[in-house]
């Protein structure tokens, strides 16, 4: 099985290209999306957060609390390390078992490929773990106006974001701009 990365920063595209591979009949593990569901309802997780960052970050009804763990967390790099110490290892594991369960199923797997959506490859040491790196690039301007229309922040608040993004470039790249049709890529990076 090879296990694909698509990465690429705020704005770039990623659950475009996310979306047509699954429409193709591919897997995609979507990394935001799972670790929240993973924060949520791991007990170990808002054990570690609770001890890491104050009770006062898991509710009473055990749900953690946004608000506050952002507050503790961003703006603080070293809080922000502590915080993908502890999440980031769940969803490596949590990423091999679902890659695993692909792998030894009899659902066709679309030529064993799969995919993991991620903004954060490098930071959250997900690069080690997978075969090939995708990297959707879009224009800053493009990138800026869709999170702006996506988010509803301000404009200086999207390029803040871009900004403390790390800037790296993986060897295959798709343009997202929104001129360059995204699926012949796909397909040509896909031997079709």
């Not at 967390?73 to 110490?85: C, I, K």
């Not at 290892?89 to 490929?113: M, T, Y």
């Not at 959707?136 to 301000?154: F, L, Q, W």
């Not at 390029?159 to 403390?164: E, N, P, T, V, W």
């Amino acid at each position: 099985m090879k296990l694909i990365a698509i990465t690429g920063g705020i704005g770039s595209g990623k659950s475009v290209v996310s979306t047509i591979l699954r429409k193709l009949g591919y897997a995609v593990y979507d990394c935001d999306s799972r670790a929240k569901l993973l924060m949520a309802t791991s007990a170990d997780i808002k054990r570690e957060l609770a001890e890491a960052f104050g009770a006062d970050v898991v509710a009473a009804d055990g749900t953690i609390c946004a608000p506050r763990l952002a507050a503790k967390v961003f703006g603080d790099n070293e809080a922000l390390m502590r915080l993908n110490g502890i999440v980031h290892p769940r969803v490596k594991q949590d990423i091999l078992r679902w890659a695993e369960g692909i792998a030894s199923s009899n659902v066709d797997c679309c030529e064993c490929r799969v995919f993991v959506e991620t903004a954060i490859l490098h930071e959250s040491g997900l690069d080690a773990i997978v075969d090939e790196e995708w990297q959707v690039t879009a224009p800053e301007d493009v990138r800026v106006a869709r999170v702006m229309k996506r988010n509803g922040i301000s404009e200086a608040d999207v390029r803040r974001r871009i900004a403390s993004q790390s800037n790296y470039t993986a060897g295959i790249v798709i343009v997202n701009d929104g001129v360059t049709a995204i699926l012949p890529q796909i397909m040509m990076l896909m031997g079709q």
